[in-house]
């Protein structure tokens, strides 16, 4: 069956370390990656779209890796700052879905 | 500032009623979408719309209902057969490339309405 895994358990790191969330997927063939964040009771936001013929995307203090081999994406936020607390969403884009199908999120705790 | 708003924030149910949702979004987008988040799970589709008057199923249809009668427009109606309606709805839009596939495009979200029943 088709799935995306991103780890259910909370992430809890210290201020100024890096944090890298991971996003596998089973019997996808995604075109397209994107990550988003959310924070509690708002919809989420998004932050970076990555293609499968990319294997690195970065904006400001984040980076995301796609690996078609491994079916996965890494999602590193550097210097995490407690700002950065919230979760954050992985999501595919497949061929013949005109939608984004979406994992269930990683809670990430950055702690001063 | 362009954005997507959904209304009411709160909204309650009572048994055999049927609620209407609320999405309005000013970015001139031609894709709309309706998902339903529950804790811990990740977003599912309800409903998507590419263009004016026309609409597909999503994932988990059974229970609901959608309009497009405008591009800004894409209500929500929660009706008496979802049998289980408590939850986070968030509607989304987004651009769409030549193809007409949204998958490749940001989506942006309204701020949801949580659903109760009464």
């Known amino acids: 069956s088709q799935k995306i895994e991103q780890n259910s358990e909370a992430l809890n790191i210290q201020e100024g370390k890096t944090a890298t969330l991971t996003c596998n997927y089973t019997?996808?063939?995604?075109?397209?990656l994107q990550w988003y964040r959310q924070d509690p009771g708002r919809g989420p936001v998004f932050l970076l779209l990555i293609r499968e013929n990319e294997k690195e995307k970065r904006k400001e203090r984040l980076k995301v890796t796609f690996d078609t081999t491994l079916k996965q994406s890494l999602f590193h936020i550097t210097a995490s700052q407690p700002a950065d607390s919230a979760t954050y969403l992985c999501?595919?884009?497949?061929?013949?879905?005109?939608?984004?199908?979406f994992g269930s999120g990683t809670r990430l705790q950055v702690q001063p | 500032d362009g954005g997507i708003t959904q209304s009411p924030k709160y909204l309650f149910r009572k048994e055999g009623q049927n609620v209407t949702l609320s999405c309005e979004q000013n970015?001139?987008?031609?894709?709309m979408y309706w998902y339903r988040q529950d804790p811990g799970q990740g977003l599912r589709l309800i409903y998507y719309?590419?263009?004016?008057?026309?609409?597909q199923k999503g994932d988990i249809a059974e229970g609901y209902s959608v309009s497009r009668e405008k591009k800004e427009s894409f209500p929500l109606t929660v009706t008496s057969a979802q049998k289980n309606p408590t939850a986070f709805y968030l509607c989304a839009s987004s651009t769409q490339t030549r193809g007409g596939s949204g998958r490749n495009q940001p989506q942006h979200f309204g701020d949801g309405t949580r659903l109760s029943i009464l």
């Open positions: 719309s590419q263009i004016v008057n026309d609409f």
């Open positions: 999501a595919l884009g497949v061929a013949g879905r005109r939608a984004l199908t």
């Open positions: 970015l001139n987008h031609d894709a």
């Open positions: 019997n996808y063939s995604p075109a397209y």
